[in-house]
C-alpha cells in the first residue's frame, strides 16, 4: 500500500477549502492541516502514542507547528494512503518555530564549562523545551546524584607546564574520543531547535565526539546518518 506522504497532490488530490475542514473537529471525526495537507487522523487517534488529546487540541485546523516541533515529516509515512485527504491552501504552514535574535547569544568561545551552555540555554530556549530537557524521571534522585557526582571530579592544577600541543583525545567505552564528554541520547531534539538531533549529528562528526542518539528522536535514523555526510 502507499503512503499517505507520498500521494500525488499535484492534480490527483483535491484543494479542500479551510472552512470544510473546521467542522471535522471532534473525536469520531477528525481532520487536521500537516504542511498545507490534509489528514484524517480519526482512525489514528487511538494509536497515536502521545495519546489522542494532543491532536484533538488541533482537530479542524493546522497541526502545522506543533507536529513540526516534535517529529519528521518522515513519520506521516506510517499513515494509510487514504488518510490523505487533500491539500488545503488557505493556511501558511508554520515549519519552523521563529528563532530567537542571535546575537542575544554569547559566542561559543565565552562558554568556559558545560554549565555555561545550561544557563544560555535557559534564557533562550522555549518554555516548553526548557521544561522538558531541564527535569528528571520520577523524584529526580538519578539527575541530583549525576549532578553531584559530576561535581565531585576535581583536575589537579600544573605549572610550568608546556601547554603548545593540548590533547583532549580519550576513549569511551574503548571507542575514540576528541574529547572526554559525549552527546548523551535525550528524545525530542526539535524542542531546543528546529534541526534538532541534524545538528548535534554534523556537531559530533565534525569535532570526532561520540553521540548516542536517541530512541525518540524528532528525525529518523536514515536522517540523522545523513546528517552527518554534511560535514
Known amino acids: 500500500m502507499s503512503s499517505a506522504a507520498s500521494a500525488d497532490v499535484s492534480g490527483t488530490v483535491p484543494v479542500i477549502s479551510l472552512a470544510d475542514i473546521q467542522v ?33 487540541e488541533h ?14 515529516s518522515d513519520i506521516l509515512s506510517i499513515l494509510p494512503a487514504h ?30 564549562n558545560v554549565f555555561d551552555f545550561e544557563e544560555v540555554a535557559k ?5 516548553l523545551g526548557w521544561g522538558y530537557y531541564s527535569s528528571g524521571a520520577d523524584d529526580e534522585i538519578t539527575m541530583r546524584e549525576n549532578h553531584l557526582a559530576f561535581h565531585r571530579i576535581f583536575l589537579r592544577p600544573r605549572v610550568l607546564v608546556n601547554v603548545a600541543d593540548v590533547d583532549c583525545s580519550t576513549t569511551v567505552l574503548g571507542k575514540p574520543s576528541s574529547f572526554p564528554l559525549f552527546i548523551c541520547a535525550t528524545a525530542l531534539g526539535k524542542l531546543a531547535h528546529p534541526d534538532g538531533e541534524l545538528n548535534l549529528t ?10 548516542m542518539v536517541p530512541t525518540l528522536s524528532s528525525f529518523s535514523l536514515g536522517e540523522i546518518v545523513a546528517a552527518k555526510s554534511d560535514t
Not at 471532534?26 to 491532536?55: A, M, R
Not at 482537530?59 to 517529529?71: L, N, V
Not at 554534523?202 to 553521540?211: E, F, K, L, P
Request: hydrophobic share 35%; aromatic share 4%; charged share 20%.
Open 83 to 112: 488518510c490523505l485527504l487533500g491539500t488545503c491552501v488557505d493556511v501558511v504552514p508554520k515549519t519552523e518555530r521563529k528563532q530567537q535574535d542571535l546575537s542575544n547569544k554569547p559566542s561559543i568561545d565565552a562558554m568556559l
Open 24 to 56: 471535522h473537529n471532534k473525536q469520531d471525526d477528525c481532520w487536521v492541516i500537516i504542511n498545507q495537507k490534509v489528514y484524517d487522523l480519526t482512525d489514528f487517534l487511538h494509536e497515536h502514542p502521545g495519546g489522542s488529546g494532543v491532536i484533538l
Open 202 to 211: 554534523r556537531a559530533a562528526a565534525s569535532h570526532g565526539i561520540i553521540q
Open 59 to 72: 482537530a479542524g485546523g493546522d497541526a502545522t507547528e506543533a507536529f513540526s516541533m516534535i517529529h519528521s
Open 123 to 127: 534564557q533562550n530556549m522555549s518554555s
